[in-house]
């Protein structure tokens, strides 16, 4: 069986046992969501919807996220969220929060979303398929109660290489399979410029940390990765339980 009818299998399979009635994904246009969608679509035909969510985003997003899903053929809503974002942001600075902390900003953006798709998902019946991989989910590269919220994560054991590789078995648009890797959370961000590395070389180290196998990088760009799995390890986990 090849790797995209297996996790589309798999993604049938989890609907089912959660005796939901379809699929709910954010589309962000980048690569990890159009994989998603696609993985989606194969697994529960017609009963996928996709999200697009703007909050202050570059109208690329849209016209990608768009883009894949006349390819696939699944239906769309479009929530814009800027009203919201500014209502909070203003709360916010109102109740005498610093109004320069850039990340804490940006992370109500995916927060938002959360909300978003778990309240079209609870209406529909529906399960929240998330798009992180696993390059993202080691270095905790996601926002915990934003992206990191979700119901299944079809791609969740795939590193971001291997969900290139996948993008191009899958035929997902050129210029979503070229665009450089970001978030949106602010103008000029980047994935790998907020990673402090390229995708293709964490793939490799990340590789080699889970085989054992040596490791021929600088050692503080190593050190940095094993710092990232360690401090990240909150986000992978359930809260903590005190037992008396």
């Given at each position: 069986?090849?790797?995209?009818?297996?996790?589309?299998?798999?993604?049938?399979?989890?609907?089912?046992?959660?005796?939901?009635?379809?699929?709910?994904?954010?589309?962000s246009?980048?690569?990890?969501?159009?994989?998603?969608?696609?993985?989606?679509?194969?697994?529960?035909?017609?009963?996928?919807l996709?999200?697009?969510?703007?909050?202050?985003?570059?109208?690329?997003?849209?016209?990608?996220?768009?883009?894949?899903?006349?390819?696939?053929?699944?239906?769309?809503?479009?929530?814009?969220?800027?009203?919201?974002?500014?209502?909070?942001?203003?709360?916010?600075?109102g109740?005498?929060?610093?109004?320069?902390?850039?990340?804490?900003?940006?992370?109500?953006?995916?927060r938002?979303?959360?909300?978003?798709?778990?309240?079209?998902?609870?209406?529909?019946?529906?399960?929240?398929?998330?798009?992180?991989?696993?390059?993202?989910?080691m270095?905790?590269?996601?926002?915990?109660?934003?992206?990191?919220?979700?119901?299944?994560?079809?791609?969740?054991?795939?590193?971001?290489?291997?969900?290139?590789?996948?993008?191009?078995?899958?035929?997902?648009?050129?210029?979503?399979?070229?665009?450089?890797?970001?978030?949106?959370?602010?103008?000029?961000?980047?994935?790998e410029?907020?990673?402090?590395?390229?995708?293709?070389?964490?793939?490799?180290?990340?590789?080699?940390?889970?085989?054992?196998?040596?490791?021929?990088?600088?050692?503080?760009?190593?050190?940095?990765?094993?710092?990232?799995?360690?401090?990240?390890q909150?986000?992978?986990?359930?809260?903590?339980?005190?037992?008396?």
């Open positions: 069986m090849i790797l995209s009818d297996e996790i589309s299998k798999w993604i049938k399979i989890e609907v089912e046992k959660a005796g939901a009635q379809g699929i709910v994904v954010g589309l246009g980048g690569i990890d969501s159009a994989v998603t969608a696609t993985l989606s679509k194969k697994a529960v035909g017609d009963n996928v996709g999200l697009i969510m703007p909050c202050f985003s570059s109208s690329t997003d849209e016209d990608h996220a768009r883009l894949i899903a006349q390819r696939l053929k699944i239906k769309t809503k479009r929530i814009e969220l800027d009203a919201i974002y500014q209502t909070i942001t203003r709360a916010l600075e109740a005498g929060m610093p109004e320069d902390n850039k990340l804490s900003l940006a992370n109500l953006k995916p938002l979303r959360m909300m978003t798709l778990y309240y079209v998902a609870n209406c529909l019946n529906y399960l929240v398929a998330g798009t992180g991989n696993k390059s993202e989910i270095v905790g590269y996601f926002t915990k109660y934003g992206d990191g919220g979700v119901d299944i994560l079809p791609i969740g054991g795939l590193l971001k290489t291997e969900v290139r590789e996948l993008a191009k078995e899958l035929d997902i648009p050129e210029e979503i399979l070229t665009r450089v890797p970001t978030a949106g959370l602010w103008e000029g961000q980047t994935d410029g907020e990673l402090g590395i390229t995708y293709e070389n964490l793939d490799k180290i990340l590789r080699a940390l889970e085989s054992g196998e040596p490791l021929n990088f600088q050692p503080d760009i190593v050190t940095n990765v094993k710092r990232l799995i360690e401090t990240s909150h986000k992978r986990m359930l809260p903590p339980i005190f037992e008396k």
